[in-house]
């Protein structure tokens, strides 16, 4: 990377040059995008930064010091230009969340590089791969929020999106080489309608941290304090809560339920930081969590045995159709898809037909060996019962 000479990007860090901006991209027929947000520095990340690029320029759009941005929305929804972005499900849902964008003409050069069957999917070793750049990645865990960003910190951004226009060009490419164009069009425009997860604190989250449900009730009544505990913290100091406590931390003060100082600085993972800081706090959390009622873990109705039978039977289909295609299997088709048909059960073609009505291309490589599939399950479980 040292050694490509590029123009410096060009900076837009005020509403006039963002007003200036649009209509110059509004004459494009495609560009790139990416973003930065600061995860790791905040207790609820924002996006600090927009990289796009054209053909020609690359830009830097600076939401921290622009007080409206919102004329980059009618860019992003324009079905007209297309908008190329590497990974873009995370990037999705960051800019509706802080900003409502929706993105219309999407098209993922990662998604096209697993419906190729590509080993390595990481924008660096794409880069390094199609176009000989080697990107440094000392900036991958940066503090996108803090400015001034040095100018190597602006160069590394830039290189998101630099090259994503003449990558598209090779991944169409490709795509259209081998068939298989239509599914990575299907995905891109699942994309683009994706669910939007909740952006806030549940109280009831302790239960995803790794080994809490095999405490006991006790120290899971304690957990469950001490995660309260955490997010308080996290929140008043806006830092992210492993920033403040990690959940290997959390699990070893639950399971060992310290009464006092002396025991709680014995604990692996504690500092004397987090002792001077939180000590006093922690313990009060274990003597409440000591006396709490036993949390109740939320849980789903329990799955009919049928469908879960023949979910597992497609996933087993899915699996032998991915291996024989040498992609991932979720390139076949989502969990979520196998799970509705194994919920539906459809018995006919157009049955499965209205439940892959967005996966057309998908249903007409796949549609009779599903079906087949299915009608094979039932004989299978009582073999397998015999």
Not at 28 to 33: A, V
Not at 75 to 95: M, N, Q, R, T
């Amino acid at each position: 990377m040292d050694e490509l000479k590029l123009p410096p990007p060009v900076l837009v860090q005020d509403f006039n040059s963002l007003e200036r901006l649009i209509p110059q991209l509004q004459k494009e027929e495609r560009i790139g995008i990416d973003t930065e947000s600061n995860s790791l520095y905040a207790y609820k990340e924002q996006v600090c930064l927009i990289q796009i690029s054209t053909s020609r320029t690359d830009y830097l759009v600076d939401p921290l010091q622009i007080n409206d941005i919102s004329p980059m929305g009618s860019v992003l929804a324009d079905s007209s230009i297309e908008k190329i972005l590497h990974g873009a499900e995370y990037d999705v849902i960051c800019l509706h969340r802080d900003f409502n964008f929706q993105i219309n003409n999407l098209f993922d050069s990662r998604v096209a590089c697993r419906t190729l069957g590509w080993k390595k999917t990481g924008l660096g070793d794409i880069l390094e791969m199609e176009f000989h750049v080697r990107v440094n990645k000392r900036f991958q865990r940066a503090n996108w929020g803090k400015r001034p960003l040095p100018g190597d910190q602006l160069h590394y951004a830039r290189m998101d999106t630099h090259f994503l226009i003449p990558l598209r060009e090779k991944l169409v490419q490709s795509l259209r080489n081998s068939g298989r164009w239509e599914e990575a069009y299907e995905e891109n425009q699942r994309l683009t309608h994706i669910p939007l997860p909740e952006n806030g604190f549940d109280p009831e989250g302790f239960w995803n941290i790794t080994h809490a449900t095999k405490l006991s009730a006790h120290s899971q009544a304690i957990l469950r304090e001490l995660y309260l505990l955490r997010d308080k913290y996290a929140r008043s100091q806006n830092r992210p809560p492993f920033k403040v406590m990690g959940n290997k931390t959390l699990l070893e003060i639950a399971e060992h339920a310290p009464h006092s100082m002396g025991e709680l600085e014995t604990l692996h993972g504690m500092t004397s930081g987090q002792m001077h800081r939180y000590g006093d706090e922690i313990l009060r959390a274990v003597r409440i969590g000591s006396t709490a009622p036993r949390p109740v873990r939320p849980r789903s109705p329990k799955a009919n045995e049928s469908v879960v039978f023949r979910y597992k039977c497609l996933l087993d289909w899915r699996r032998e159709a991915a291996l024989q295609r040498q992609v991932e299997s979720d390139v076949i088709l989502s969990k979520d898809v196998v799970w509705e048909i194994a919920s539906e059960n459809p018995t006919g073609m157009e049955a499965l037909r209205e439940l892959m009505r967005d996966l057309p291309r998908r249903l007409e490589l796949y549609g009779d060996q599903i079906l087949a599939e299915l009608r094979n399950c039932p004989t299978r479980r009582r073999k397998g019962k015999r």
